[in-house]
């Protein structure tokens, strides 16, 4: 039973910021990664950051470290992506991921998770 919800997207103009949730439940344990991904029209999905959640490593993708941040809730059981200085081409659906991990490191690689979210759709535009 488990399931992951985002929410959070919508439309923004170049330059300015948004704030990504995914609301996870049904997790007996909260050893696990969570991740952010994305994925574009054409494009394979990629990962953005993700987060151990029961200790709050941090892991992201080198291509967006400084301009996003992933953080969490820990007794909420919900994960946060805030992005900044938006740009066109971070137009795309946004999926949050998870899975259980004993090892308190996250991939960022779409094979390593099982659950997934419905994606929400992020769209940057003048």
């Known amino acids: 039973q488990v399931q992951l919800v985002e929410s959070g997207g919508g439309y923004v103009q170049p330059g300015g910021s948004l704030t990504l949730s995914c609301a996870a439940s049904g997790f007996t344990d909260k050893r696990r990664c969570v991740a952010w991904f994305r994925q574009a029209p054409g494009k394979e999905r990629e990962g953005v950051a993700a987060i151990y959640h029961f200790y709050g490593n941090r892991f992201y993708a080198a291509s967006e470290k400084g301009r996003v941040t992933i953080s969490h809730e820990y007794a909420a059981n919900t994960v946060s992506l805030e992005m900044s200085d938006l740009r066109v081409d971070d137009t795309a659906t946004y999926f949050c991921?998870?899975?259980?991990?004993?090892?308190?490191?996250?991939?960022?690689?779409?094979?390593?998770?099982?659950?997934w979210g419905q994606g929400t759709q992020v769209t940057v535009s003048v």
């Open positions: 991921a998870a899975v259980i991990s004993y090892a308190n490191e996250c991939a960022l690689t779409q094979s390593s998770y099982k659950f």
